[in-house]
C-alpha cells in the first residue's frame, strides 16, 4: 500500500525543522509515526510551528462540489467571470478553517472517522431532512444518505453549525418544520451550536435552471413564524426586511455564530455604531464623538436590502449622504450589498458625483482578497470614474462610524 506524503518547498531558517536539518524539497511523510496527507494531519500532529511551508495553504487540491442544487449561486452567473468564481468546494477542511459549509456527500468514511478523532467543527448545509427531499434539492442520490454522518457528528459531540437554503414550495413550510424538529432534537448534548435558514437567492441568469421563485411578504413573515418556534435557529436579516418585521435586537443572536451567513448583520452594525456614537464606546486611545469633528461630507454606498438601515443610523448627521445601488448586473432579486460590482456603483453614482463628497465608503464584503469586486473592477478605477477618495470599512458599526467622522 502506498504512503501518503507532501512537499516540502521552504523551511524558515532557524526553525526547528531547520535545526535538525530538513530541506526544502524533501517529502514529509509522517509525525510521529502518524501520517500526513494534508494541513489539518499537520497541525493535528505537529505540537508547534515546525517551520515548514508547500506549496498550497491545504498542502493538497481543493475538494469539489459534486453536487446539481436546484439553488446553486454559481450556476447563476454569467460567463466571462474570473474562474475562480465557477469553482465549487465542498472540503470539510475549508470547513473548519475557514467556516465553509459543506454537504456531507462526498465525505468518505475516513473523512468522516478523522473529524470525529480530531474533534474538528464543521458547518453543514442541510436544507432538508427529508431524505428524498434533499436529495432532489441537491440533485445528488447520495444526498438523502449522507444524512447519517450529521447524526453521527451529533452523537460524536462534533461542534456543528448548520444551514437550510430555503426555496419556496419545496422545503418551507411543513417541510422546514419537519426539519427543525428533527434537528433541534438531535441537540441533545448540545454541540449544535446554531441553526440558519437563508432564503435563495436567484439572479436574472437562471436560463434552463429548476424554476424557482423569491420569497415574498407573507412566505417570508411564515418562515420567520415558524423559526419562532425553536431555541437555537436564527432567520437571516433578508427574511425580516421583505416580511416588513421588526429584526431582533443584538442580545437575540448570542455570540452571533452564523454572521457570516447574513444572520444578525444589522443587529450588530446597529449596536457598534449606536454605542460609539452614544459614547459608551471608545475608538482607538480616545473618546470620538460628532462634536469633536469636522464636518466633513461624505458618503456610503450599500445595496437596495440595507438602505434604509443604513440611512437610519446615520439621519441625526446632515455630513453624511447614503447611496442606494440597484444590482443591474445580477438583477433587481439581487439585493444584499455584498454582491454589488464595481459597475453598478459607478454607473448609477456618476450623475450624482458632485453629492459624493470627500469620501465614499464602500463595504468590505464587496471585495475579494485582490480587492476587485466581482465582475474585476479595482477600486483606482471607481475613484477614477467618481472623482472621489475610496475607502474600505469591515461591515461593523464602530468601524463604520469611525469611518464617518475621524
Known amino acids: 500500500m502506498s504512503t501518503m506524503s507532501v512537499l516540502i518547498k521552504n523551511v524558515i531558517p532557524g526553525s526547528p525543522a531547520d535545526n535538525v536539518g530538513i530541506k526544502a524539497?524533501?517529502?514529509?511523510?509522517?509525525?510521529?509515526?502518524?501520517?500526513?496527507?494534508?494541513?489539518?494531519?499537520?497541525?493535528?500532529?505537529?505540537d508547534d510551528d515546525m517551520g515548514l511551508e508547500f506549496d498550497t495553504f491545504l498542502m493538497s487540491p481543493k475538494r469539489s462540489c459534486g453536487n446539481g442544487c436546484v439553488f446553486c449561486f454559481i450556476d447563476q452567473l454569467p460567463k466571462g467571470m474570473r474562474s475562480s468564481l465557477y469553482f465549487k468546494d465542498d472540503d470539510s477542511r475549508l470547513s473548519f478553517l475557514q467556516g465553509n459549509y459543506i454537504t456531507l456527500t462526498n465525505l468518505t468514511q475516513k473523512d468522516a472517522e478523522r473529524i470525529v478523532q480530531m474533534r474538528t467543527p464543521?458547518?453543514?448545509?442541510?436544507?432538508?431532512?427529508?431524505?428524498?427531499?434533499?436529495?432532489?434539492?441537491?440533485?445528488?442520490?447520495?444526498?438523502?444518505?449522507?444524512?447519517?454522518?450529521?447524526?453521527?457528528?451529533?452523537?460524536?459531540?462534533?461542534?456543528?453549525?448548520?444551514?437550510?437554503?430555503?426555496?419556496?414550495?419545496?422545503?418551507d413550510k411543513e417541510e422546514l418544520t419537519r426539519s427543525l424538529k428533527t434537528l433541534t432534537a438531535l441537540n441533545e448534548r448540545g454541540n449544535i451550536e446554531s441553526i440558519a435558514c437563508?432564503?435563495?437567492?436567484?439572479?436574472?441568469?437562471?436560463?434552463?435552471?429548476?424554476?424557482?421563485?423569491?420569497?415574498g411578504k407573507d412566505e417570508a413573515a411564515d418562515v420567520i413564524k415558524i423559526i419562532g418556534g425553536f431555541n437555537g435557529v436564527y432567520a437571516s436579516d433578508e427574511f425580516y426586511l421583505t416580511a416588513g418585521i421588526p429584526l431582533p435586537e443584538y442580545e437575540h443572536y448570542g455570540a452571533f455564530p452564523q454572521y457570516e451567513n447574513g444572520v444578525g448583520m444589522w443587529a450588530?452594525?446597529?449596536?457598534?455604531?449606536?454605542?460609539?456614537?452614544?459614547?459608551?464606546?471608545?475608538?482607538?486611545?480616545?473618546?470620538?464623538?460628532?462634536?469633536?469633528?469636522g464636518m466633513r461630507k461624505i458618503s456610503i454606498v450599500t445595496g437596495v436590502?440595507?438602505?434604509?438601515?443604513?440611512?437610519?443610523?446615520?439621519?441625526?448627521?446632515?455630513?453624511?449622504?447614503?447611496?442606494?445601488?440597484?444590482?443591474?448586473?445580477?438583477?433587481?432579486?439581487?439585493?444584499v450589498s455584498g454582491l454589488l460590482t464595481g459597475t453598478d456603483i459607478i454607473q448609477q453614482l456618476?450623475?450624482?458625483?458632485?453629492?459624493?463628497?470627500?469620501?465614499?465608503?464602500?463595504?468590505?464584503?464587496?471585495?475579494?482578497?485582490?480587492?476587485?469586486?466581482?465582475?474585476?473592477?479595482?477600486i483606482a478605477e471607481v475613484e477614477e470614474k467618481l472623482g472621489v477618495r475610496v475607502k474600505i470599512v469591515?461591515?461593523?458599526?464602530?468601524?463604520?462610524?469611525?469611518a464617518c467622522f475621524e
Open 268 to 293: 450588530h452594525l446597529k449596536h457598534g455604531y449606536m454605542a460609539v456614537d452614544s459614547g459608551q464606546l471608545t475608538i482607538d486611545s480616545g473618546q470620538l464623538t460628532v462634536d469633536s469633528c
Open 350 to 378: 456618476l450623475p450624482q458625483k458632485h453629492l459624493l463628497g470627500e469620501e465614499l465608503l464602500i463595504g468590505a464584503n464587496t471585495l475579494n482578497a485582490d480587492k476587485l469586486f466581482l465582475d474585476d473592477v479595482t
Open 25 to 46: 524539497g524533501t517529502k514529509l511523510v509522517s509525525i510521529d509515526g502518524n501520517p500526513i496527507n494534508d494541513v489539518l494531519d499537520y497541525m493535528f500532529y505537529a
Open 122 to 171: 464543521v458547518n453543514i448545509s442541510v436544507h432538508s431532512v427529508n431524505p428524498d427531499l434533499r436529495a432532489k434539492l441537491m440533485g445528488n442520490k447520495k444526498a438523502g444518505d449522507s444524512l447519517k454522518t450529521l447524526k453521527r457528528f451529533a452523537k460524536a459531540g462534533i461542534s456543528m453549525n448548520l444551514q437550510l437554503v430555503l426555496c419556496p414550495g419545496l422545503n
Open 305 to 335: 436590502l440595507a438602505y434604509p438601515l443604513i440611512k437610519s443610523l446615520v439621519a441625526r448627521h446632515p455630513n453624511v449622504n447614503v447611496f442606494s445601488v440597484r444590482n443591474d448586473f445580477f438583477g433587481e432579486g439581487v439585493t
Open 198 to 215: 437563508v432564503p435563495v437567492g436567484l439572479t436574472k441568469f437562471r436560463d434552463g435552471l429548476f424554476p424557482l421563485t423569491a420569497f
Open 394 to 402: 469591515e461591515p461593523d458599526g464602530k468601524a463604520l462610524f469611525a
